[in-house]
């Protein structure tokens, strides 16, 4: 019986170093033949198949590090009123800890994704008829960057214009930003602010790219009491992607190198972002040459204003003269606004194509170049209006005023 044991124990030990034997023939077969193909020593080749495996395996220990890094961690326990609580700040027995804690309002429902906070400061000033803002602080900001920190800053504007917007300081790789940076919105009658909504826009900055929005939060005016000083930490909120679309425009363009004409053919809008208290809108296309700076280059064209359409035909043309080694410097501008007969327009949404844009804008541009006299047509939808537009004209006109008023005072001293 131990005789018979051992013969098969010694057979299957044989077979295993034949099998060996084989994986090791076979191994040299391939490098042998990698040799020959590369004309690389064995060592080289050896070398390399190691460089090459490393590589990959860390470049997956980085993706899934990535992935984990991208997402916060969610290291809550269930409390007994079926909130979530932090495991270790929560049992701290501080008073002021926990005071803190609850004006903050850690507390949030699971469910939803958790963006961070922002504390922010209200002042109304009736004599002057100014809505004074302060952003103080974000705290628990997502990390969006590679150093899983965020470079964060402020848009602050009203809605539904968007006439003036300002902006915070960048703050470099933190996720709790201090700001206390204040803004002034001046001429905003009391009456007029029921029907405006205050935004804070917070996006992580970032130098290559375009800026990441992290969230938002909105304050409707008309739920707000500004007869007294409001201070208050409220949640940062996902951006939702029916809030941003803005409409769709329909344009041709037309180049001819041997005159340097290039014509553009406004056709159509659709489903413009809803601008006035009645439900409707005024809009008209505003239409420029850019340079490389964003500097406009000559004068602009307008199309004529479709009163209270959301959907406007227009099936007008016009034409701006640019010479053919000009076209990979120049960009083209569309501005769709809402006109208003006091006061400046209210842009809706804007478009630029160009060599130096993305996507279907560049797509556009170089259809227009590589088809002359050829009149191509696309469908665009409408990008958010970014600030220092010269939509803005009565806020740059209100900017010139002040500065006079100012040098009059200071001659005055003098």
């Known amino acids: 019986m131990d005789h018979s044991r051992g013969t098969e124990h010694l057979l299957v030990r044989r077979s295993a170093e034949e099998s060996v034997e084989e994986a090791e023939s076979e191994m040299k077969k391939d490098l042998n033949i990698l040799v020959e193909k590369t ?6 080749v050896i070398l390399a198949i190691i460089v090459v495996v490393a590589l990959a395996v860390g470049f997956v220990v980085w993706c899934v590090w990535r992935f984990f890094k991208k997402k916060r961690p969610r290291d809550k326990k269930k409390g007994k009123d079926g909130k979530d609580q932090d495991d270790e700040d ?67 504007y009203l809605m539904p214009d968007k006439k003036r917007k300002f902006e915070t300081k960048v703050h470099r790789k933190t996720l709790n930003p201090f700001f206390n940076e204040s803004f002034s919105f001046k001429q905003v009658p009391y009456s007029e602010t029921f029907d405006k909504t205050l935004v804070f826009a917070v996006f992580d900055y970032d130098r290559f790219s375009k800026h990441d929005q992290i969230g938002e939060v909105k304050i409707p005016l008309c739920m707000v009491d500004l007869a007294q000083t409001i201070e208050e930490w409220k949640d940062i909120q996902s951006v939702k992607i029916d809030d941003q679309y803005l409409g769709d425009i329909c344009f041709s363009l037309r180049y001819v190198p041997t005159s340097g004409k290039l014509t553009v053919g406004i056709l159509e809008c659709k489903n413009l972002k809803k601008m006035d208290i009645t439900g409707a809108s005024d809009p008209y296309v505003k239409i ?5 700076k964003g500097k406009r280059i000559g004068k602009k064209k307008k199309t004529s204003v479709k009163m209270g359409n959301l959907n406007p035909y227009y099936n007008e043309s016009f034409v701006f003269i640019v010479e053919q080694e000009q076209l990979r410097r120049v960009s083209l501008e569309l501005v769709v606004a809402d ?10 949404g804007r478009v630029e194509l160009g060599y130096n844009r993305k996507g279907l804008e560049l797509k556009h541009w170089k259809e227009m170049v590589e ?14 209006p970014e600030p220092g537009e010269d939509d803005d004209e009565g806020g740059k006109k209100e900017k010139k005023k002040e500065e006079r008023k100012e040098r009059k005072e200071e001659n005055k001293i003098q």
Request: glycine share 4%; hydrophobic share 35%; with cysteine.
């Open 39 to 44: 004309g690389m020593e064995r060592w080289q």
């Open 90 to 156: 929560f049992l701290v027995d501080n008073e002021e800890e926990l005071d803190m804690k609850d004006e903050l309002e850690i507390k949030h429902d699971s469910t939803a994704e958790y963006l961070g906070k922002l504390q922010y400061k209200l002042e109304y000033d009736f004599n002057a008829q100014s809505l004074n803002v302060t952003a103080i602080q974000c705290c628990e900001l997502p990390a969006l960057d590679m150093g899983g920190t965020s470079d964060p800053y402020i848009k602050v």
């Open 288 to 292: 420029k040459l850019l340079d490389r």
């Open 339 to 348: 006109y208003d007969r006091i006061g400046s327009s209210d842009p809706i």
């Open 371 to 384: 088809n002359p006299r050829r009149p191509i047509v696309h469908w665009h939808v409408l990008k958010d």
